[in-house]
């Protein structure tokens, strides 16, 4: 099945830094890509639509100038949570469509990165 | 909030007994899928049900949809211990984005060997 990497796995940063997580599909070209966010022991919340070669869509209540979403080619995401702050904390997963696999409607993700901000 | 609901939160079973799930969702929807997440990992994909199916059979697993009640289950027969994992339900509200996944609470499963 398609393969979807994201890096890094986990991080640590000091409260005031930026922190860049990449999303790459590796074995198919992915159009548009899904960064989610993910509390302890919650669902999923979807943050932003990731749209290669164009702006992001940004889901209410996100910020976008907080988290900024370059999507530069068919292969590759990336998430920058810009001046971080301790309740930035969790857990960031991308996710991506197989346009190969058109009508199945199956999102793979990567396998997270955990953000920790001190 | 789009967000379905899932129910139990947590179950735990023992090694060969069956584990059922269920999710609730607001909207109308095209789809119904379902992953599972082992813990601090990413989603696996299980299956997907489309609003005009009814029942859904892949291995151990069989999925419902009750497009009516905007209720779905997840039944895994035989359950393992490897089955030990968070499954979520995810839809994609009709008339939305094909890939815009709503995901549900989800249930903690723990099968004890």
């Known amino acids: 099945g398609a393969v979807v990497s994201q890096h890094p796995s986990r991080v640590i940063c000091k409260s005031g830094t930026s922190v860049k997580i990449e999303c790459r599909s590796l074995d198919f070209q992915a159009t548009t890509m899904f960064w989610y966010r993910q509390f302890p022991k919650q669902s999923l919340m979807l943050m932003a639509t990731s749209n290669e070669g164009s702006k992001a869509t940004y889901e209410q209540g996100v910020e976008k100038d907080k988290f900024l979403i370059n999507h530069a080619s068919l292969t590759l995401s990336t998430l920058t949570v810009t001046s971080a702050h301790p309740e930035d904390s969790s857990f960031y997963i991308c996710s991506a469509r197989d346009e190969g696999l058109a009508n199945t409607g199956e999102l793979f993700f990567g396998e997270g990165s955990r953000l920790t901000v001190l | 909030s789009q967000q379905g609901e899932e129910d139990p939160q947590a179950l735990s079973i023992q090694e060969g007994e069956n584990a059922t799930m269920n999710c609730s969702y607001k909207?109308?929807?095209?789809?119904l899928q379902w992953y599972r997440q082992n813990s601090g990992r990413g989603l696996v994909h299980l299956i997907l049900?489309?609003?005009?199916?009814r029942e859904k059979h892949s291995g151990r697993l069989r999925v419902t949809l009750d497009t009516s009640k905007k209720s779905s289950s997840l039944l895994i027969t035989a359950s393992r211990a490897a089955d030990t994992a968070s499954y979520f339900c995810?839809?994609?509200?009709?008339?939305?984005?094909?890939?815009?996944?709503?995901f549900g609470t989800g249930t903690l499963l723990a099968v004890q060997p």
């Open positions: 049900i489309r609003s005009n199916e």
């Open positions: 995810a839809t994609v509200p009709y008339g939305g984005a094909t890939n815009k996944l709503i």
């Open positions: 909207t109308s929807i095209n789809n």
